[in-house]
């Protein structure tokens, strides 16, 4: 350490005045870390949940991404959320996307323990057990916003392109088969092989999700249309992380 020090302090010596100014650039940079570490993470109470409306839901998302992309996340201490939220949680929304490996909710979107609702399922659709989390998620536990997320390169609408046999996932794959169908053109190759048939079809079935929660919940139809939770879809970029709100 010795050494170092004055080896430090000869190299200050005769770099001088470019030296000083390189300094003063990376106390700059040291305070603006500073500044970004100050930006804590909240944990979910009844009170801010209460407070967070619809559109404050989506935003709060948004900003999340936003934060995701430019690796700017919020610090959180993991077990102290845990603690805080061990008698009771206060998410602000609930997300429905895919099993995908690359697209876990609460990463992506820069989110703790106690923030948000996650039903995951290969091809981000709903059916009566996910409409039924849902409903539980915002007229049980008071979450203000459900989101579809569908994202590219999604295996699941590949398979459901291809037609794809496979024990169970036969049957799970049928539920974007109408999603295929809703696409029209792209006669020359609606196979997995056309990446533009694939992501009509991807973006055409978080469309379709998101008409088939108003049309088959009427609890959720009722609290969209009275204005207590907002519903909407987007679509994650596995390549740059970033998530289109449709
Ligand atoms: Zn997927």
Redesign the pocket.
């Known amino acids: 350490m010795k050494t170092l020090d004055i080896d430090r302090r000869n190299f200050m010596k005769k770099a001088g005045g470019s030296l000083i100014a390189a300094a003063a650039g990376s106390s700059l940079a040291l305070s603006a870390m500073h500044a970004h570490a100050a930006q804590s993470a909240v944990t979910q109470t009844k009170q801010s949940q209460d407070a967070i409306t619809p559109q404050k839901a989506l935003q709060m998302l948004k900003d999340g991404n936003s934060r995701f992309v430019q690796g700017k996340m919020y610090q959180r201490n993991l077990m102290q959320q845990v603690k805080a939220t061990g008698a009771g949680q206060f998410p602000f929304a609930a997300i429905v996307g ?3 490996s690359r ?1 876990s909710n609460e990463l992506i979107f820069d989110q703790g323990i106690g923030d948000i609702f996650s039903a995951r399922i ?3 659709f709903v059916n009566d057990d996910i409409l039924g989390s849902l409903e539980f998620a915002c007229a049980a536990a008071g979450a203000k916003l459900i989101l579809v997320l ?2 590219t ?5 590949k398979g459901a392109c291809d037609d794809v046999v496979l024990g169970n996932l036969t049957q799970t794959l049928a539920n974007i088969k109408p999603a295929v169908a809703a696409v029209s053109g792209y006669d020359s190759d609606r196979s997995s092989k056309n990446d533009k048939f694939v992501q009509a079809v991807t973006d055409k079935n978080v469309v379709l999700t998101v008409e088939r929660i108003r049309k088959r919940s009427p609890i959720l139809q009722g609290m969209v249309d009275k204005g207590l939770i907002g519903l909407a879809g987007a679509m994650h970029d596995v390549h740059n992380g970033k998530v289109t709100f449709f």
Request: charged share 15%; aromatic share 0%; hydrophobic share 35%.
């Open positions: 895919c099993i995908d697209v290969a091809g981000n569908g994202h390169e999604c295996g699941a609408v």
